[in-house]
């Protein structure tokens, strides 16, 4: 039995603009891969270097999807085969990415080969499983030969990146490209979650699979500073990048829509306690990351407009856009990644405690 809702007579937002979005680079889709956080995440800093006065630029999500495979692999070595290696992460990785490798525009490094215009890692991946495995398998726990045989296999399917490109005629490493072009302040940004499982305006650990290395860099707020968080944020000019579920029988790719059903929750009834139980029984889970660039009041609700790269969006009415309402964000999404500025007051009720 699937449950369904009849979206047609859900009043929203009638345009893209009507969210009056702040600048980003136009959406593009992951294509087959699950890479939904790195897309969403580099999204999220090519928003904000315009947002500090940068030229606009495309970057590359293949850059740090390689050098992401490698860092889980290593992690994995380490651990004797006890740590997560998945297509999954959490946006925080990109930026722990750029700040141990650097970045590249797309036009450097695409990721794709002989003449391929889609992504797919579907093989990528399966090999890169089962050479692991038989590493574990052997019990051979060298690192230097498992990551440069993991680096030979995302090599011949993806490329290997370049070790320098050419900015302004000069010669320039991926590092340099962010610290003297891009100058991206990497230690300036902040995630949140909300969660009774920890102590609020303390910081703690995202505990699901895609954070795995166990980041507990995550500041823990009550849902309803989180929501205003989120909310004010945007209204004052920084987009967020946000994560959580989005499988939801409320979240619709023909009408681009996502809301709470009210067979799930009535919207005014939502609160910490809901929110924890669909945590704690798994109908919440983890299992996208989106751009948030966007906000507008219309219809009795705050309707948030999404940047996303998986299919069901670039499918629907709005090409890669939709519109989720406040009650589906307050009860499905998990976490946000925004710049410290955007949430100030927030910021210092934390650090006071």
């Known amino acids: 039995t699937v449950l369904t809702m009849d979206f047609s007579g859900i009043e929203h937002p009638a345009s893209v603009a009507d969210c009056n979005p702040v600048f980003h680079t136009p959406p593009i889709r992951q294509d087959t891969t699950s890479t939904c956080w790195c897309f969403s995440g580099l999204s999220f800093v090519e928003s904000e270097l315009v947002r500090l006065g940068r030229p606009p630029v495309k970057l590359s999500e293949m850059f740090v999807v390689y ?112 610290e003297k072009k891009l100058r991206f302040p990497l230690d300036a940004y902040v995630s949140f979650q909300s969660c009774i499982t920890d102590t609020f305006f303390t910081r703690g650990e995202f505990k699901v699979p895609d954070n795995w290395w166990h980041s507990a860099e995550y500041w823990n707020v009550p849902l309803d500073e989180w929501m205003a968080a989120i909310t004010g944020a945007i209204r004052g000019g920084y987009s967020v990048a946000i994560g959580g579920d989005v499988s939801e029988s409320g979240k619709d790719r023909d009408s681009g829509l996502a809301v709470i059903p009210t067979y799930d929750i009535p919207g005014d009834r939502i609160d910490q306690s809901s929110r924890e139980l669909r945590i704690d029984n798994r109908t919440t889970g983890d299992d996208h990351g989106i751009h948030l660039v966007g906000t507008c009041r219309a219809c009795g609700h705050d309707w948030f407009l999404i940047k996303d790269s998986g299919s069901g969006a670039h499918d629907g009415p709005y090409h890669g856009y939709s519109f989720y309402r406040d009650d589906f964000v307050k009860l499905k999404m998990l976490t946000f990644l925004v710049h410290r500025d955007g949430v100030k007051d927030l910021l210092r009720k934390c650090e006071k405690n």
């Open 67 to 178: 050098w992401e495979y490698v860092e889980k692999a290593r992690r994995w070595v380490r651990e004797k085969g006890n740590s997560e290696f998945g297509e999954g992460s959490e946006q925080e990785a990109v930026l722990l990415r750029m700040k141990e490798y650097g970045i590249v525009p797309v036009s450097d490094y695409t990721g794709l080969l002989n003449g391929a215009v889609e992504h797919n890692h579907g093989k990528l991946f399966r090999e890169l499983q089962d050479f692991l495995s038989y590493l574990k398998a052997h019990d051979n726990w060298d690192e230097a030969y498992a990551l440069a045989n993991v680096r030979l296999i995302l090599d011949r399917h993806m490329g290997r990146p370049p070790e320098t490109i050419l900015v302004d005629g000069k010669q320039m490493t991926p590092k340099e490209y962010l």
